[in-house]
């Protein structure tokens, strides 16, 4: 019996396209509610949070899952990483109100929901920021001036526009990620392989 760790939310449609133009069927799973779900004889699916789902393919609760690349760098999880999807690809930008980045110097306010990677950008910069940590309508921060600039993820740039913010520098190509647990890869490590072949010769990995 094989696990697989599905995301929620955006990186779940390209998840599944993947494992379709490899040969794995899993349809009806974006539509079933239940968070556990059988497939077969030998697969189950757990439909997970993109943030939960890397600490449960690395303590082997999943075989393997897919999950965005912007978790992976704040989480920092033991988890081999073979291969990242071709579809669903975003970028992490940071956003303002204004059309300019900070002075040298200059100190400002940045939001965001990943503190950690904030903070490793902010190490290259010669302007400084305090880093507030949201869960949620990053947006919002510089819109009511709650912080001067916010690091989030921009897939069409729509909200943006929308809202009248500017996507002042992109700092991160973001894609889904397949990763697979350790000791899963070992006991797998056929089944594994051949799956990760089929999924480069459909040509929807990297």
Not at 43 to 62: F, N, R, S, T
Not at 68 to 86: A, F, I, K, N
Not at 115 to 138: F, K, M, N, Q
Request: with cysteine; net charge neutral.
């Amino acid at each position: 019996m094989i696990r697989l760790a599905l995301p929620k939310g955006r990186n779940l449609g390209p998840a599944l396209a993947a494992f379709r133009a490899a040969g794995l069927a899993l349809d009806g799973v974006e539509r079933d509610r239940r968070l556990k779900v059988r497939i077969g004889d030998d697969l189950e699916a757990l439909l997970l949070k993109d943030w939960d789902l890397p600490l449960y393919v690395e303590h082997g609760i999943a075989d393997l899952g897919v999950v965005g690349s912007d978790v992976l760098e704040e989480v920092d999880g033991d988890l081999l990483v073979p291969v990242r999807l071709t579809d669903g690809r975003s970028r992490m930008s940071l956003i303002g109100r204004q059309r300019r980045l900070p002075e040298s110097g200059e100190q400002v306010r940045l939001a965001t929901k990943y503190p950690r990677t904030a903070r490793r950008i902010l190490d290259s910069r010669s302007w400084g920021a305090e880093v507030l940590t949201l869960s949620g309508s990053i947006e919002l921060a510089p819109i009511l001036d709650l912080a001067e600039l916010a690091l989030d993820i921009v897939q069409t740039g729509r909200t943006l526009r929308d809202n009248r913010l500017e996507e002042l520098e992109v700092v991160r190509q973001v894609a889904p990620c397949l990763v697979v647990n350790r000791a899963a890869y070992q006991k797998h490590r056929r089944r594994l392989n051949a799956f990760i072949d089929r999924l480069e010769q459909a040509g929807v990995v990297s």
